[in-house]
């Protein structure tokens, strides 16, 4: 639980920028993972230190208790930034007092270095999920998936590399020794020793090198966020394969990007022609990439302007 060295590090701060994880302050994880993020945040607001929920996903919370709770660390934050109109919905909803804006997610703002591949062949990446190959933490779907998505992944690797035109890379996105069913190493290792036509891409040592990878290929399927992210804001065509509505809001609703697996509504073998379908038609993904990228810089301008008065703010106090 946070204390100890966490709220010593706290006695030397003047502000806190709470990002969670991006995606955890909901309840889909589990209670373990949102008493952390939720007591975190308690432990500033006793030392009266201002907390700036940054730019993330605001639920669901299916829970009484956990909604409780998620409105009273929204109305004791001095302002929350959504990442997706559905997420500042949300956020309004539990918490009508707060001040809520929307931005987008600050990955889009990471620096990379574009990796350039042989050319000769189309380079597809495939992101695969440890957590939903799974079949989440309890092996239950718990995240209500209307598809099998081990079945997708091998339909999806059994068509592709079929396809002489194809070079297909498994990215693993999240690393996880202590969580193995969270794990993507572990499931790109066993598709590679399925599929021998595919490279498995050597774990990253860290986010920007990941980016760094995704940015040269020509499209990317990924089940991750932050690589979905990282490709669509390297302008490399991106097909997500949602599994919550933080996909739907981030990609459907800020970026106004319809390219993706729903978690619900299509059945795996659609899915799959889906995803076929998309990669013949990656150039039209990325022209709309281009429109879209331009709304992330103005939504993540005010998110900076913000910082900047907050970090003035507590300079002065300090």
């Known amino acids: 639980m946070p204390g100890g060295g966490f709220g010593g590090a706290l006695e030397k701060c003047d502000l806190i920028c709470d990002i969670g994880g991006g995606d955890s302050f909901t309840d889909i994880y589990g209670p373990k993972r949102f008493a952390f993020l939720w007591l975190t945040k308690l432990l500033a607001n006793m030392r009266h230190i201002p907390v700036i929920f940054s730019p993330q996903t605001i639920g669901p919370f299916t ?8 409105a009273i660390a929204l109305r004791r934050a001095t302002i929350v930034y959504a990442r997706d109109p559905s997420s500042a919905e949300a956020a309004r909803a539990l918490a009508p007092s707060a001040t809520v804006r929307q931005a987008v997610d600050v990955a889009f703002a990471m620096p990379f270095s574009r990796t350039r591949l042989p050319r000769g062949r189309t380079h597809i990446g495939i992101n695969v999920s440890g957590l939903l190959f799974n079949s989440g933490y309890d092996g239950r779907n718990s995240f209500g998936l209307s598809i099998d998505y081990p079945v997708f992944i091998r339909s999806l690797l059994e068509r592709l590399t079929a396809d002489n035109r194809f070079q297909i890379h498994l990215i693993a996105h999240v690393n996880s020794e202590n969580i193995p069913a969270d794990d993507d190493g572990r499931v790109a290792d066993l598709l590679a020793y399925e599929f021998p036509k595919t490279v498995r891409v050597p774990d990253f040592a860290d986010p920007v090198e990941a980016k ?10 990924a089940a991750r966020m932050h690589a979905c992210i990282a490709a669509y804001s390297c302008g490399v065509a991106t097909i997500p394969v949602a599994y919550s509505r933080k996909f739907a809001g981030l990609f459907g609703g800020a970026l106004r990007y319809p390219h993706m697996v729903p978690v619900t509504g299509m059945t795996t073998a659609e899915a799959v022609d889906y995803v076929m379908d998309r990669i013949a038609h990656r150039e039209a993904l990325a022209a709309d990439i281009t429109t879209g990228l331009r709304a992330v810089e103005s939504l993540l301008d005010g998110y900076v302007d913000t910082l900047a008065e907050a970090m003035a703010a507590a300079k002065q106090k300090s």
């Open 212 to 221: 760094g990878f995704i940015s040269g290929l020509d499209a990317l399927v």
């Open 63 to 70: 829970g009484m208790l956990y909604r409780r709770l998620a």
